[in-house]
């Protein structure tokens, strides 16, 4: 596939994402007396779609575990956002953690990852 092609894919993509969201990044700081305080950081905002998993989904049965019961939500952002596990995404109002990939494609041409809702 050529550079262009690929670009095009991509906008199309982009074009598909309709709501605003953010990434934010669990950090750890010392409380000054022998513990430690969690906080969040934000790192990236930008275009989001949000779409519940359907039990035809069978990476979701891999991931079954780390969803600990809840179902899953599929988070999709332009292919070059920094998401990692374990962060959490605020998207219209919801708050989800990511904890796993959609990895197995040839062409990367948007950022999709498995989520559960923050409790």
């Not at 934010?24 to 305080?37: F, P």
Request: charged share 20%; hydrophobic share 35%.
């Amino acid at each position: 596939m050529f550079g262009l092609q690929l670009a095009r894919m991509r906008r199309t993509a982009d074009s598909s994402l309709p709501s605003f969201g953010e990434v934010w990044r669990r950090s750890y700081a010392a409380d000054g007396k022998g513990g430690r305080t969690e906080t969040f950081t934000r790192v990236s905002s930008g275009p989001w779609r949000v779409a519940p998993t359907t039990s035809s989904v069978s990476s979701v049965s891999m991931f079954a575990s780390r969803l600990g019961g809840q179902d899953g939500w599929w988070a999709t952002a332009q292919y070059h956002v920094d998401v990692r596990l374990n962060d959490q995404l605020r998207v219209e109002g919801q708050n989800l953690e990511v904890v796993g990939f959609d990895s197995g494609r040839s062409w990367p041409i948007s950022q999709r990852v498995l989520c559960r809702v923050v409790v």
